[in-house]
């Protein structure tokens, strides 16, 4: 979900698409909480991993 979200940010900031930009920033974010919750160990809907 992170790396989507970079792409689709790098894709809408080139194209100059603002709906891939806000697309692309909000899943990075998600993407990023995610990852972090994964790496101190809490379980993420119900994987103690998440990649």
């Known amino acids: 979900m992170l790396l989507l979200g970079i792409i ?3 894709i809408g900031f080139v194209t100059g698409v603002a709906v ?3 697309i ?3 899943l ?3 993407g990023g909480v995610l ?3 994964g790496a101190m160990g809490h ?3 119900g994987r103690r ?3």
């Open 8 to 10: 689709l940010l790098v």
């Open 20 to 22: 891939l930009w806000t």
């Open 24 to 26: 692309g920033l909000i």
């Open 28 to 30: 990075a974010v998600i």
């Open 35 to 37: 990852w972090i919750m």
């Open 43 to 45: 379980a993420v809907a």
């Open 49 to 51: 991993h998440y990649w």
